[in-house]
């Protein structure tokens, strides 16, 4: 009888003290991790501006941790982008490489302000002889940057979200060929006019192109896009 007082003493002795809060670490059941924090905010969007006197687009559609990426469309030449980002204390400090297979790849050295609004920097050619070194403010595009698709029997044009603009089109000594051009380009808009800058072609012959919209009114008192005209082009909407 003493031996098993004895033993149920020492159980309670026991569970008091298991019960007193302190356990070890291998005991404790709490994992831990050395993951930093995501980012406070995502950088991802469509950036626009002047850029050596022409459009430039700046889409990043990737960033996770220190890693971003996208891709920039300027006078129809669409380059990948890749890079890093860090945040400082009014903002992101962003570093963009474009993939240095093309004589006017380049880097670019950007501040993005702390609301994702403006991007201010500079691009460096890989190439020093290629082309002079830029300085630029782009600013997030809004919801109003609508693509457009227009067209007639000979030929189409299309403006796209990211700044890319396309015209497709048979020259008239070679309708009956089915021999289509297609001409690249970057575009911003100004209300009903937009402005084009086209990649150096040997059939177009032009560097830039203005496009007019016009507007056609609706039964709700709204208006809608009629007819689109420039170079001597005239695109309609399409049903």
């Known amino acids: 009888m003493k031996y098993i007082c004895s033993l149920l003493a020492l159980s309670i002795a026991a569970a008091a003290c ?19 924090p995501p980012p406070s905010f995502s950088p991802t969007g469509i950036y626009t ?109 299309q403006f796209l979200e990211d700044g890319s603009c396309k015209l497709e089109y048979y020259p008239a000594d070679s309708i009956s060929t089915g021999q289509v051009e297609i001409v690249r380009g970057t575009w911003s808009r100004n209300k009903d006019t937009f402005n084009v800058s086209w990649k150096n072609n040997a059939h177009f012959g032009k560097n830039g192109s203005q496009f007019v919209m016009y507007m056609s009114a609706d039964a709700d008192g709204g208006s809608y896009p009629d007819s689109l005209t420039g170079e001597g082009f005239t695109f309609y909407q399409l049903p």
């Open 49 to 157: 501006g002047d850029f050596g006197g022409s459009p430039i687009y700046i889409s990043i559609n990737f960033a996770r941790g220190n890693n971003i990426a996208g891709y920039n469309t300027h006078k129809g030449l669409r380059r990948n982008l890749h890079g890093q980002m860090s945040e400082s204390a009014n903002g992101w400090k962003i570093r963009l490489e474009e993939p240095g297979d093309h004589v006017y790849d380049g880097v670019f050295e950007i501040h993005l302000s702390k609301d994702r609004q403006t991007m201010e920097g500079t691009w460096s050619p890989l190439n020093k002889d290629s082309a002079s070194a830029k300085k630029f403010t782009l600013k997030q595009i809004n919801s109003d940057h609508h693509e457009v698709y227009m067209a007639n029997e000979n030929a189409n044009i």
């Open 18 to 36: 298991n019960s007193s809060g302190t356990t070890s670490g291998t005991d404790s059941g709490v994992v831990k991790t050395d993951s930093a």
